[in-house]
């Protein structure tokens, strides 16, 4: 079984600031990892993947993040931020080459500030 | 841009009520899912479908059931709300081969 954390609930931050949310799990197997966006009162819109390969992955809106293996760790980045940003962001990992079940993490809230 | 179309999106109902949220894709997907999500809290599988005649149980359990009897379409029923069923319910499909998983608006549902 596999298991998500995102270590921050929230994260407040000035416009134009960097920002990173954190993500962090556990599996036995090799997996795939996502970041997904939740804009108030929408579904869930990809931001990014990891399958293989490179372990910088660029998505949309100028987000990025790093897969980390030996840490777990599949943290998301922003080097400055806008009010747009300011959303609910989930963190998803499933075992590769097997179903594409999904596991999310609790997400945390990004709160972008004038 | 995803096709994957939700009805209602909002609905407040009293308790002991039958209700059908239904899920819609144009994509030809042939797997669809099933989320519920608490305010401010994770998503958690409560349905899957692999194909026309096909659903399974996710990881949570749900009173709730499901039905896949067109591939574009994948309602869920519950035959006798409660307030504990006070959610937001998220659809979402796949096509076989690819990872990325598709989502629909959602459904808040709130059972008084």
């Known amino acids: 079984a596999q298991s998500v954390t995102q270590l921050d609930s929230q994260v407040p931050v000035f416009e134009e600031a960097p920002v990173e949310l954190r993500c962090n799990y556990s599996?036995?197997?090799?997996?795939?990892l996502f970041w997904y966006v939740q804009y108030p009162n929408q579904g869930l819109q990809l931001l990014l993947k990891y399958l293989s390969g490179s372990t910088l992955v660029k998505g949309i809106n100028g987000f990025e993040a790093e897969f980390n293996k030996s840490q777990t760790s599949f943290h998301l980045r922003k080097p400055s931020v806008h009010i747009s940003d300011t959303a609910e962001y989930f963190c998803?990992?499933?075992?590769?080459?097997?179903?594409?079940?999904?596991?999310f993490g609790g997400g945390t809230r990004l709160m972008v500030k004038p | 841009e995803a096709d994957i179309y939700q009805t209602p999106r909002y609905l407040v109902i009293g308790t002991g009520k039958k209700i059908t949220l239904e899920c819609s894709q144009t994509m030809g997907h042939d797997k669809m899912y099933w989320y519920q999500q608490d305010p401010g809290m994770e998503l958690h599988l409560i349905h899957y479908?692999?194909?026309?005649?096909?659903?399974e149980k996710g990881d949570l359990s749900s009173e709730s059931t499901v039905s896949r009897i067109r591939t574009e379409h994948f309602p869920l029923t519950l035959e006798s709300a409660r307030p504990s069923h006070t959610s937001q319910y998220l659809c979402?499909?796949?096509?076989?081969?690819?990872?990325?998983?598709?989502f629909g608006p959602g459904t808040r549902l709130t059972v008084l």
């Open positions: 479908s692999y194909g026309v005649n096909s659903t």
């Open positions: 599996s036995s197997v090799s997996v795939y």
């Open positions: 979402a499909s796949r096509l076989d081969g690819y990872n990325e998983q598709f």
């Open positions: 998803a990992v499933t075992p590769a080459n097997a179903g594409n079940m999904l596991t």
